[in-house]
């Protein structure tokens, strides 16, 4: 019944705690357990000394931006923002994603069918120069001198990684973020309470009515926001392999065959594929009332807008320039009519998946000025 953060280990400044003990999961109801790459075990000192590195802006080039610049704990891990914002004002082409639950996604990213780990997504805010998001590139020495010259965060890095003699290396920063990041664990919605908590008050009944909505072959949001997560395919101790999926949902439709405005085309920047123009994964829809605007490109403003974009059967429906059907577009986009007190009910459905105890536990552990 808790939110993973803060329930497995003990926040101590004082550093007193002792040497390596294991991680204990305790995922909310109707959740499972992460997979945990075998190289990477979980341990509650590297998890500390990933959250502690979360919020450090000295990891970045100029020691002007950290990880939590673009996901910041009160959005659920967002930056409100719609599209994100890198080391000296860089503008990033997409919007930043909530790293609730990040632990199950089958893959990561808007688009990339092969980044997998966390270990790996990490090298792109870090490392990427197009544009750079903290532009660490080239200036390893340096962040890794920085690090090594606080004596307190000097031995997090000793009790993370007791084995190793010079334990600051960007490899332990990764290693160490990629623990972190799988302890933040949202399941403690309203609806949560409903579903898993056997508490029948816990959703109202706007958003019980909401919820058939959500489930309904009418509007199939459930068919591609799937599962516990409401999200794409997830991978957890004991799943099956997931397959990646991504969705072409009719936002764009530049050229009246479907075009997606460069460099968004989604997987097709990934395989060159025209069939793959403008597919996109499905994201967490967890915590979504706190993560607005939407969209790979932040190009919807709010929730009800979202509504008439599929209520539409796709933003592109209303381009007059579509002359040819656009045979990318998910064949679930099918448009619906939706009555404003229906729209109203699924707005309520929506805002019951907001884990104000997952959030309140986050800005608790929020490291503030390291
Ligand atoms: C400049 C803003 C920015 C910074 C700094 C940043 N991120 Fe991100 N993050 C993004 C954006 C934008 C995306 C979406 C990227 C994409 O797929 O195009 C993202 C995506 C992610 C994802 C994928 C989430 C998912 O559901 O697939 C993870 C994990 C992540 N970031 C972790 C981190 C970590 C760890 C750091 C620090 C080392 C970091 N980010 C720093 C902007 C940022
Ligand atoms: C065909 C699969 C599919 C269906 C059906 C679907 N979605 Fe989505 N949804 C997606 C994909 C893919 C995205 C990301 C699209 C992008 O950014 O280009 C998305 C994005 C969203 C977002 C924005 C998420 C964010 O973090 O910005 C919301 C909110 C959302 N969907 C709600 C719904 C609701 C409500 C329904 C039912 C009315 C629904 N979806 C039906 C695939 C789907």
């Not at 550093?15 to 909310?28: A, G, I, K, M, N």
């Not at 923002?81 to 930043?96: C, E, Y």
């Amino acid at each position: 019944m808790f939110s993973v953060i803060g329930c497995g280990f003990k926040i101590d400044n004082s550093l007193s705690f002792d040497q390596q003990s294991e991680y204990v999961w305790q995922v909310p109801n109707g959740f499972p357990i992460p997979l945990v790459p075998a190289d990477n075990p979980m341990t509650d000192n590297k998890v500390e000394l990933g959250r502690q590195l979360f919020y450090d802006s000295r990891l970045s080039g100029d020691g002007s931006v950290s990880c939590a610049f673009c996901h910041q704990p009160s959005l659920a891990f967002t930056d409100g923002r719609s599209r994100a914002v890198g080391i000296q004002g860089n503008i990033h082409p997409r919007s930043a994603m909530s790293l609730a639950n990040v632990a199950y996604n089958a893959t990561l990213g808007w688009d990339d069918p092969s980044l997998t780990r966390l270990e790996d997504q990490m090298l792109i805010p870090l490392y990427n120069t197009q544009p750079p998001e903290m532009g660490a590139a080239g200036r390893e020495a340096e962040i890794l001198s920085r690090l090594k010259k606080d004596r307190d965060l000097r031995l997090l890095f000793h009790r993370a990684f007791p084995d190793d003699k010079y334990p600051v290396t960007m490899r332990n920063v990764i290693f160490a973020l990629a623990s972190f990041e799988r302890t933040l664990i949202s399941g403690n919605s309203p609806y949560d309470r409903w579903a898993y908590g056997a508490d029948p008050d816990a959703l109202n009944k706007d958003q019980r009515a909401g919820a058939r909505l959500f489930f309904s072959k009418r509007l199939n949001c459930f068919r591609c926001h799937a599962g516990f997560n409401f999200s794409g395919p997830v991978k957890y101790t004991g799943s099956e392999l997931p397959e990646a999926r991504f969705h072409n949902t009719a936002l764009y439709n530049e050229d009246g065959n479907g075009a997606y405005p460069r460099p968004n085309t989604g997987l097709h920047r990934h395989t060159g594929q025209g069939g793959d123009m403008g597919k996109f994964r499905a994201p967490t829809l967890r915590n979504i009332a706190l993560t607005a605007p939407y969209m790979h490109d932040g190009s919807i403003p709010t929730l009800e807008a979202v509504l008439d974009h599929y209520a539409a059967g796709g933003r592109s429906r209303f381009n007059p320039q579509i002359v040819r059907f656009n045979s990318n577009t998910d064949p679930l986009m099918t448009g619906f009519k939706l009555s404003p007190v229906e729209k109203r009910q699924l707005i309520a459905f929506l805002n019951a998946l907001t884990d104000q105890i997952f959030i309140q536990q986050a800005l608790e552990q929020e490291v503030l000025n390291p």
